[in-house]
């Protein structure tokens, strides 16, 4: 198997106009030899295509943990920051009453929905970009996914459920994210308790989210919503 194919197989790769984040995605084992040439192939991949941030995230239960730290230090990579990872059994979510509503994309229109994913996310990036994100992340029926969150005619924030590419019921958020000016008013919980339902109804029987350890905002709607910690990964990144 090629370093490419290994890559593609055993890691979640997501490009941005400006960098590459490549997270562990299965428990495989790799040979410190084997490992050496993926870093060494990423390293030199982003270099020629001008990137300015090469992103690595694995777990802090991987069975490579101690080689990805040591190539970690050879390839000049810098700890960042650590993610927790939470589950939650969906199977006997039911949907509750709620004053919230969700529109799909093609009730408010792309513009719409890409605006307000700027303004409640923090993270503007062009329109082109962001319909390459969706599409590498989700597929061709994106549109389907991107939902708007509104309380009578306000829009309050967005969701983008769906199910993780390759999984057959596992539950995914891309984004969960509330507009500044509606955070901390009560939304958040019901907000996430309505998502869940939302991916029941597209097939998932669980959930797997993650969060920084110090995103106390995020952490409360897990705890609130009766989300389990299962483990946490740590990411690494190398600047050009």
């Known amino acids: 198997m090629t370093t490419i194919e290994q890559l593609e197989k055993h890691f979640k790769i997501r490009r941005s106009a400006s960098s590459i984040m490549i997270k562990e995605n ?3 084992i790799f040979t410190e030899e ?74 408010v229109g ?55 590419r390759g999984a057959l019921e596992e539950g995914k958020l891309m984004y969960f994210a509330v507009t500044p000016n509606m955070r901390n008013k009560g939304y958040e919980a019901a907000l996430f308790a309505g998502a869940m339902f939302v991916l029941k109804e597209i097939g998932a029987s669980y959930y797997i989210g993650e969060t920084n350890m110090q995103n106390e905002w995020m952490k409360d709607v897990f705890e609130k919503n009766g989300c389990q910690l299962l483990s946490s990964t740590e990411r690494y990144v190398r600047k050009f």
């Open 26 to 28: 299965n428990a495989e």
């Open 34 to 107: 084997q490992l050496e040439e993926m870093m060494q192939y990423c390293v030199a991949k982003a270099k020629k295509d001008g990137l300015e941030k090469l992103h690595f995230e694995i777990s802090s239960k991987s069975p490579n943990y101690d080689v990805y730290k040591k190539c970690f230090e050879t390839y000049s990579f810098e700890y960042v920051t650590e993610n927790m990872i939470v589950f939650k059994d969906i199977y006997e979510v039911e949907d509750v009453e709620s004053e919230i509503d969700f529109k799909l994309i093609e009730e």
């Open 110 to 164: 792309e513009e719409a929905f890409y605006s307000l994913w700027n303004e409640a996310t923090g993270e503007p990036v062009a329109h082109d970009q962001f319909v390459h994100m969706m599409l590498e992340e989700i597929g061709e029926q994106w549109k389907e996914h991107c939902l708007i969150a509104s309380v009578g005619e306000e829009p309050i924030g967005i969701v983008i459920p769906h199910i993780e």
